[in-house]
């Protein structure tokens, strides 16, 4: 198993460009969601989702969206990318089905000037 | 929101002395879940409390889940400078169900 995979590793973004952070997981995970992690913040939910289909928001979900159309992949899309968004962004994902125990990916690094 | 309170943020020692983290809180959590993240790379998950009380022990590292599943601490016994990085507490259930809330995270430097 390649267990959580994220693409790209690292992206330099001009303001107001728009783009998407894959995520893909092949251990047939119903849940999975997005983080972002800057420093002295620890990590902090964007989206996540239960199930294929079904998406919510977590604590900062202003500037993304995402969707679920199967069990492996959850794309992350920045709309119109500004420099507060610069930050490593995490995916994750859980055999239990809620947040509990996640594995996560490498993270993709992503800077916005 | 819920919210965890994770300290001390930095803790610089020596290798051989001892240390503990803790992890606040005064909201109830299903689980009590210690991540160890390293530079570059995504959070590894290392031990899950579930029940008040309960403790977890991992070679030199010891793990207690609170009473009252509001806190927890990491404790490590005679630290080496493997054990230099990012350690995460992060908590389940509760009012944030399908959430996982993180504290800030403890940045640990143990020298030779």
């Known amino acids: 198993n390649a267990g959580v995979t994220q693409t790209p590793k690292f992206q330099v973004l001009k303001t107001g460009q728009s783009m998407t952070l894959q995520c893909a997981q092949d251990?047939?995970?119903?849940?999975m969601s997005w983080y972002r992690q800057d420093p002295g913040m620890g990590l902090r939910l964007i989206h996540y989702?239960?199930?294929?289909?079904?998406?919510d928001q977590g604590e900062v979900p202003n500037g993304y969206n995402v969707s679920r159309s199967t069990t492996e992949d959850f794309p992350l899309r920045l709309l119109s990318a500004a420099p507060s968004q610069t930050s490593v962004y995490f995916c994750?994902?859980?055999?239990?089905?809620?947040?509990?125990?996640?594995?996560f990916g490498p993270g993709t690094r992503l800077t916005v000037t | 929101t819920q919210l965890l309170e994770q300290s001390p943020q930095f803790l610089s020692i020596q290798e051989g002395e001892n240390l503990t983290v803790y992890c606040n809180s005064s909201?109830?959590?299903?689980?009590l879940q210690w991540y160890r993240q390293e530079p570059g790379e995504g959070p590894v998950l290392l031990v899950t409390?579930?029940?008040?009380?309960e403790v977890k022990k991992l070679k030199r590292l010891t793990f207690q889940f609170g009473d009252a599943r509001k806190d927890s601490s990491l404790h490590i016994t005679a630290a080496q400078p493997g054990d230099t990085g990012l350690y995460l507490c992060?908590?389940?259930?509760?009012?944030?169900?399908?959430?996982?809330?993180f504290g800030q995270g403890t940045i640990l430097t143990v020298h030779p």
């Open positions: 994750a994902s859980s055999y239990h089905g809620t947040a509990r125990e996640q594995y």
């Open positions: 909201s109830v959590f299903s689980s």
């Open positions: 989702s239960v199930g294929a289909g079904i998406t």
């Open positions: 992060a908590g389940d259930g509760g009012t944030s169900y399908g959430k996982l809330t």
């Open positions: 251990m047939n995970h119903e849940y």
């Open positions: 409390v579930v029940t008040g009380g």
